[in-house]
């Protein structure tokens, strides 16, 4: 996570209350999502091993989340969340609870009020959530059960993959002149496909060669990374024909990824400007979908991705300042 950005946990146990104040790279839009819509939530909402995922959602007034958390051993454990209030872009409030498979609240359990407010700041977007509980003993029961570890960990795993990955991309690139790439997502495979490519095309790869999760030193803040990420391949770059680069990474599944057919390759557009990137992301975008609008981000770049009309994946990228 980018240490400049806001992340703030503090407990009242007079007034029986968790707040937690977290700023974000991204807009609202971007923000609000992540917290709203379950295949984004499945993503990031568990602590890893831990996987997310969701069994139905109705994200109205008065509508329910049912999810479980999986841990590596197969073991699952269901919640619930209840929807109280929601106002788009802004905040929503719930309660949350532990279940069975069914919804049926496991009142052995605490209940947790979450009040989650959005608010734009000058660097991107803060989450101030509040999380009531009816007892000392209740606040209490979750810190016991490491609430503070576990969420803090789950809100920084994507900081930590895009800050990490974002950074090799812009030390290979050193100069500000327009390219086409393209970039592959692996599920756990890099080495083994860029191996194949390179006996194919005869080259080798750029820079330092193949870097992995393990090689970045570790940085306050951050969540330790599990030992078999650690040897998944953070980036790589290969030339192949008339100067053009493939690039790619690991998207291992520890971290949230889910890699199907299909989202797994982008066309990565690198103009020298950031008026051509908005030119040509606003032109691609027309009748297709947006799933990560132009923003400047914390690793330095202009950045964004959509699908096209067609169903092709844009990535674009600008280190134009």
Known sequence: MNSNLLFDFSVSKENKIINVKREFDANIDLVWDAWTKPELLDQWWAPKPWKATTVSMDFR???????????????????????????????????????????????????????????KTSTGTKVDIEIKFSTVEDLEKIIEMGFK???????????????????????????????????????????????????????????????????????????????????????????????HLLMATDAPKEMGFNLTQGNNMHICLEPSTRKETKKLFDALSVGGTVSMPLEDMFFGSYFGECTDRFGINWMFNCTEK
């Open 61 to 119: 007034n008065g509508g329910k989340w049912l999810y479980y958390m999986q841990g590596p051993d197969g073991s699952r454990h269901y919640c619930r969340a209840d929807y109280k209030s929601i106002s788009v872009n802004k905040s929503f409030e719930g309660l949350d609870a532990f279940c069975d498979e069914d919804g049926n609240v496991n009142h052995d359990f605490p209940r947790m009020n979450w009040k989650n407010e959005f608010s």
């Open 149 to 243: 570890e576990g969420f803090t960990a789950a809100l920084t795993n994507l900081d930590q993959y895009l800050e990490a990955q974002f950074k090799l991309r812009n030390e290979l690139k050193t100069d500000n002149k327009s390219r086409v790439t393209t970039y592959l997502n692996f599920p756990g495979n890099t080495e083994e496909a860029f191996n194949f490519y390179r006996s194919v095309f005869g080259t080798e790869f750029s820079g330092k060669g193949i870097q992995r999760f393990g090689d970045i030193p570790a940085e306050a803040g951050h969540p330790p990374i599990a030992d078999n990420v650690k040897k998944m391949v953070l980036h790589v770059e290969l030339p192949i024909l008339g100067g």
